[in-house]
C-alpha cells in the first residue's frame, strides 16, 4: 500500500471527495448503500464488504468509520446502524463512509479472524504473525491472506483519504469499554465521549494496525473498544452512536457541542496497571463491579473454595485505582467468560487513574 504525506487542513478537505475515485463515493447529497469488493481473491474467498454513504449537503472532509475487523466483535455494527439512520445528510458537511462488517466471513462464522483463530490461544505461529488476524495486516504487514486483501482494499479506496477516522471493535465483557489513541490527537480521543481512555505517546506494540498506519500518513484515528464480544450491549452501542456523533462533530462534518460524560478518566500510555492473577481454584468473588473506584488496602477480590466455601485467595489493592477488570475469561472456540478461576487465571486488572476530567 502507498501512504500519503501529511497535508494541510484545508488542502485536506478539500481534497477528500475528490481524493476517493466516482465509483467510490455518491455523487449527489443523500444516503446509499453500496459494496466493495476485494481485487483478487484469497484462502478461497474473494471478499464482498457493504457500504454504507452519507454525503453531506455542503462540501467538506471526509469521514471513514469502520467496525467489525473481528468477527466476535458486533456492538460497533450496531452502533453504526443507529448513527447511519439518526444523521441528516442536511446538516453534514462533507462525507461519512461506514464500513460496518470489515470481516463478513469471521462475523458468519463467529470467528475472530478467518481462517484460523487458534494462534491467540495455542500459540505457535498461527495468529497474528500468519496475518490472519485482519487487524495486524494493514500497510502490506502479514503474508496475503483474506484479511491483507480487506486492510488493502479499505486502505486503497477509502482511508488513505480521510480526514478523521475511528475504528470499533470489543473485547471480554468482564472490561470496560476503552478509546485510545496518539496524543497529537488527544481532543479526538476525548472527544469520543466514553468516561475511560488512553492516551498513546507512541505506536509501540501497533504495528501493522490501522492506528500505526494511519499515524505514519497523518490521519487522525481512534480506537475504541465496546464491549462485550458476541452479544450486543445496549449501553455499549449507545456509547458507539454517542462517539460515532461526536467524531463527525470533532471532525468538522457536524455542528454543535459535543455529548460527553460529566466525568472522563483518562490514562497515560505508560500508567500504573497492576494484574493480579489467582494461584487457587475456585470462585472469584467481589464488592466491586467494573468502572469502581477502590482505594489502597481495600480487598478488591476473593477467591473462595467450591468445597468449603473458605476464602483461599484475596487480593488487596497495593494503590488506589480504578477496577477496568474483575473476574475470568478464557480465549477459546466459545471464548467462555466464567467466574470459576483456575491458577494463573487473571482475577483483577486495577488502573491508575492518570487524570480526571470533569465536562
Known amino acids: 500500500m502507498q501512504q500519503k504525506r501529511s497535508r494541510s487542513p484545508s ?23 453500496s459494496s466493495l469488493e476485494t481485487p ?30 473481528h468477527g466476535r466483535e ?11 439512520h439518526r444523521i441528516d445528510e442536511n446538516k453534514l458537511s462533507g462525507t461519512v463512509v461506514f464500513l460496518p462488517v470489515m470481516n463478513p466471513v469471521g462475523v458468519r462464522t463467529r470467528r475472530q479472524d478467518y481462517p484460523v483463530e487458534e494462534g491467540r490461544y495455542r500459540g ?36 488513505r483519504h480521510a480526514d478523521v477516522a475511528l475504528d470499533l471493535h470489543a473485547w471480554s465483557g468482564l472490561s470496560l469499554c476503552l478509546a485510545w489513541g496518539h496524543r497529537k490527537y488527544r481532543k479526538l480521543v476525548r472527544s469520543f465521549g466514553l468516561p475511560w481512555h488512553v492516551i498513546r505517546d507512541d505506536m509501540a506494540g ?18 475504541a473498544e465496546l464491549v462485550p464480544q458476541n452479544t450486543i450491549c445496549r449501553e455499549s452501542v449507545r456509547f458507539g452512536e454517542r462517539g460515532i456523533l461526536n467524531t463527525l462533530k470533532c471532525g468538522g462534518l457536524l455542528t454543535g457541542a459535543l455529548d ?22 475456585g470462585l472469584c468473588v467481589s464488592d466491586f463491579v467494573k468502572g469502581d473506584l477502590v482505594k489502597r488496602h481495600q480487598t478488591v477480590a476473593r477467591v473462595i473454595s467450591l468445597d468449603t466455601l473458605e476464602t483461599l485467595w484475596e487480593f488487596k489493592a497495593p494503590h488506589d485505582g480504578l477496577l477496568f477488570y474483575v473476574g475470568g475469561a478464557i480465549w477459546g472456540e466459545d471464548h467462555t467468560e466464567h467466574s470459576v478461576l ?8 486495577l488502573k491508575k487513574v492518570s487524570r480526571v476530567i470533569r465536562n
Open 124 to 159: 505457535g505461529r498461527l495468529g497474528l504473525t500468519a496475518g490472519y488476524n485482519m487487524h495486524a495486516t494493514w500497510g502490506g504487514a502479514g503474508s496475503d491472506t483474506y484479511g491483507r486483501q480487506v486492510a488493502a482494499a479499505v486502505w486503497d479506496t477509502y482511508l
Open 74 to 84: 458486533v456492538n460497533g455494527i450496531a452502533a453504526i446502524e443507529r448513527a447511519f
Open 40 to 69: 483478487r481473491g484469497a484462502q478461497g474467498v474473494k471478499a464482498v464488504l457493504p457500504v454504507l454513504t452519507i454525503r453531506g449537503a455542503r462540501p467538506g472532509p471526509l469521514a471513514v468509520i469502520m467496525a467489525a475487523q
Open 260 to 281: 460527553l460524560p460529566p466525568v472522563q478518566y483518562e490514562f497515560d500510555q505508560n500508567h500504573v496497571e497492576t494484574a493480579a492473577r489467582t494461584p487457587v481454584e
Open 206 to 223: 501497533e504495528g501493522g494496525t490501522p492506528l500505526a498506519v494511519a499515524f505514519e500518513a497523518g490521519i487522525p484515528l481512534l480506537v
Open 342 to 349: 483456575f491458577p494463573g487465571q487473571l482475577a483483577v486488572l
Open 11 to 33: 488542502r485536506r478537505a478539500r481534497h477528500a471527495t475528490a481524493g476517493c475515485s466516482p465509483a467510490a463515493l455518491p455523487a449527489k447529497p443523500g444516503k446509499s448503500r
